[in-house]
T-cell receptor
Framework: QKEVEQNSGPLSVPEGAIASLNCTYSDRGSQSFFWYRQYSGKSPELIMSIYSNGDKEDGRFTAQLNKASQYVSLLIRDSQPSDSATYLCVVNIGTNAGKSTFGDGTTLTVKP | NAGVTQTPKFRILKIGQSMTLQCTQDMNHNYMYWYRQDPGMGLKLIYYSVGAGITDKGEVPNGYNVSRSTTEDFPLRLELAAPSQTSVYFC????????????????FGPGTRLTVL
């Protein structure tokens, strides 16, 4: 079992729809959770971070964390073609620096 | 601030050659990281550093070496390049490594695309 698993893509949604990206993790000691966006040929950039159970909203993006179910998700409302990218779920375990585990990513395409 | 810079952007090596990938950050971050990303995959940690003079292995350190003599610079050395090292290499930095705080957000450089033939 992979330490961080993301729903297999690619994911395609029409412009204006809600895109839902999911991620599960295996280590219950995980403390910090991130969603990074990576455009093709570019470096990852932070979209959202979340540290406690519940929802966290930032503009059109909402991150959801459920530590009991070991599940974190990212919702993108009113999806735009510019949201087309690969989304990486990243989990930090405990206080051990360097223990960032990346999922393989879900590629999202938003069709006009 | 330039953030995290990496050189070169592209490089082609022959099997057995060596090279150093440069990484510099101007944000005064203590923590620095080297990752590799193979096509269609997530990032895998090669080495990391928690401060000048302190480095440690990540998930895939074999075939690589690092040093950290200053806060700003964290070069990655490839010895005896092999085709399996063909990948995109990203350097990143963060303020610290705190659980539940914003200090652990990583900022990435633009990457170095390396091909070993």
């Amino acid at each position: 079992q992979k330490e961080v698993e993301q729903n297999s893509g690619p994911l395609s949604v029409p412009e204006g729809a809600i895109a839902s990206l999911n991620c599960t993790y295996s280590d219950r000691g995980s403390q910090s959770f991130f969603w990074y966006r990576q455009y093709s040929g570019k470096s990852p950039e932070l979209i959202m971070s979340i540290y406690s159970n519940g929802d966290k909203e930032d503009g059109r993006f909402t991150a959801q964390l459920n530590k009991a179910s070991q599940y974190v998700s990212l919702l993108i409302r009113d999806s735009q073609p510019s949201d087309s990218a690969t989304y990486l779920c990243v989990v930090n375990i405990g206080t051990n620096a360097g223990k960032s585990t990346f999922g393989d990513g879900t590629t999202l395409t938003v069709k006009p | 601030n330039a953030g995290v810079t990496q050189t070169p952007k592209f490089r082609i090596l022959k099997i057995g050659q060596s090279m150093t990938l440069q990484c510099t950050q101007d944000m005064n971050h203590n923590y620095m990281y080297w990752y590799r990303q193979d096509p269609g995959m997530g990032l895998k940690l090669i080495y990391y550093s928690v401060g000048a003079g302190i480095t440690d292995k990540g998930e895939v350190p074999n075939g690589y070496n690092v040093s950290r003599s200053t806060t700003e610079d964290f070069p990655l050395r490839l010895e005896l390049a092999a085709p399996s090292q063909t990948s995109v290499y990203f350097c990143a930095s963060s303020i610290a490594w705190t659980s539940g705080g914003t200090g652990d957000t990583q900022y990435f450089g633009p990457g170095t695309r390396l091909t070993v033939l």
